[in-house]
């Protein structure tokens, strides 16, 4: 069935093996400060950041991410 009127995607990567929020930050939001950058990376992407699994002892604190993550890389788009 076609689509009349596509909507706008947000955008969002796939990370790469041994990607940290980090990395992630530096790559994708290099025009912010790396901690601005983290905190909205992170808020952003809740399902991955809060996931219970990794909370318990992971370097760091927070969750590895995982290639197969959906990592978005700006905030929720409005209605």
Same mark, same amino acid.
């Given at each position: 069935?076609?689509? *009349?009127?596509? &909507?706008? %995607?947000? !955008?969002?990567? $796939? #990370?790469?093996?041994? *990607?940290?929020? &980090?990395? %992630?930050? !530096?790559?994708? $939001? #290099?025009?912010?400060?790396?901690?601005?950058?983290?905190?909205?990376?992170?808020?952003w992407n809740?399902?991955?950041?809060?996931?219970?699994a990794?909370?318990?002892?992971?370097?760091?604190?927070?969750?590895?991410?995982?290639?197969s993550?959906?990592?978005f890389i700006?905030?929720?788009?409005?209605?």
């Amino acid at each position: 069935m076609p689509v *009349d009127n596509p &909507s706008r %995607v947000r !955008k969002s990567i $796939l #990370p790469t093996e041994g *990607d940290t929020w &980090s990395i %992630v930050a !530096k790559r994708e $939001l #290099p025009e912010l400060a790396l901690d601005e950058a983290l905190a909205k990376l992170q808020s952003w992407n809740l399902h991955v950041f809060m996931r219970a699994a990794g909370a318990m002892g992971s370097p760091g604190g927070g969750n590895p991410i995982l290639p197969s993550d959906v990592v978005f890389i700006e905030p929720p788009l409005a209605t």
